[in-house]
């Protein structure tokens, strides 16, 4: 019984640092994910005005002047 | 993948579970550390420049992707693991992890690594990263390994890509340059793993692994590492000739090429022996280590100084 116990216990701690471990892991991977999109973005990560819809630009052919 | 069977200790440490050691350990961290090492080397030799944190996230993309087809390899190798005694105290034979979660780990930590890169770094460098786990784990582990002598002549090439990712997550491509680099690793592979195959025969031939000593025998083993060296030590010069080595990495690696020639030539006549010590193919299995990394140093070493000075 009592080698049982200190199985479960041991059991128990193990899996406790697991779920830390993959917390953890998990915590780091947003952190990689929101310092990435900052560092790709630039200045524009906090730029609220970036996010607002652009009016589409329509590109006018020019016409050149006869030569 | 076989069935294996349990001992009573064994039985214990699968009822308790793997510790975080354990998850660490399915990573591989010595080769790690070697992967880490060349994508770094490919990463500051090729032309251009990556923001610093990128950088460093591609290293731990990279890094993770290679624990990771390290994590599958011990997966489905893991009966020929439980008779090897280099690898029967890893943590799936000694029942410690179960197979499905070294699979499950396997799996997970391939795709979050290989999405990461794509999605912060460069989409170029991920699919070399998803190639190099699908080449060791399927073409290497599940095929190549257990079917013919010639396993780690092609599959040596997974551990070739990284300073290929390396170079990928900077330029977003392939180049001349990168792929010079590949083939070094890619010729150094097999003189490095017959010279280890050589002394540690009887393991393979335990294990039914068809390594080229136990195939071919030992003579024909030390004929093809001169072979393979006479091929690799000029390809190891050929960065001189490219201008991606300077003066410092041509001098080294014709120096530390003259002495792997000289060490593979001694295995050959190592093998004249009655019996054959093993002593030179010892010798040449360490340098190979020490040759490689060395070449890679010099090149890093260089490259980092002409960052500073431009």
Sequence with gaps: M???????????????????????????LVI????????????????????????PVVSVPTQQAPK | MAE???SADEARARMIGGDVRDFV??????????????????????????????????????????GASGALNMWWDADIDAVMQRTRSRPVPQGRISPDEALTFGLVLSALSVLTLGITVSWVASALLALTIAFYVVIYTMWLKRSTPQNIVIGGAAGAFPPMIGW???????????????????????????????????????????MLPV?????????QIVIYSTLLVP???????????GIAYGFTSVVLGGIFMGLAISVWREGEEQPPSDKAAKRLFGFS??????????????HSVRHLLA
């Design chain 1, 32 to 55: 990689i994910f929101y310092v990435a999109t900052i560092v790709r973005l630039g200045p524009n990560a906090l730029n609220k005005g970036s996010m607002r819809p652009q009016s």
């Design chain 2, 25 to 66: 350990a399915l990573l591989k961290p010595r080769v790690m550390s070697l992967v880490i090492f060349t994508a770094i080397t490919g990463m500051v030799a090729a032309p251009g420049s990556i923001h610093p944190v990128l950088g460093i996230i591609a290293l731990l993309a990279i890094a993770v992707g290679a």
């Design chain 2, 168 to 210: 990928a997550a900077v330029t977003g491509g392939v180049s001349l340059d990168s792929v010079i680099l590949f083939l070094i690793i890619f010729m150094w592979t097999p003189p490095h793993f017959w010279a280890l195959a050589l002394f540690r025969k009887s393991d393979y031939e335990k294990a039914g692994v068809p």
């Design chain 2, 289 to 302: 280590i020490l040759y490689l990394f060395l070449l890679f140093a010099v090149l890093l070493a260089e």
């Design chain 2, 215 to 223: 195939v071919a025998g030992d003579l024909e083993t030390r004929k």
């Design chain 2, 235 to 245: 390809l190891a010069c050929t960065p001189v000739f490219t201008g991606l080595g």
């Design chain 2, 4 to 6: 294996i069977g349990f």
């Design chain 1, 2 to 28: 009592h080698v049982a116990t200190s199985g479960d216990d041991e059991s128990k701690r193990r899996q406790r640092m697991r779920s830390l471990a993959i917390g953890l892991a998990l915590g780091a």
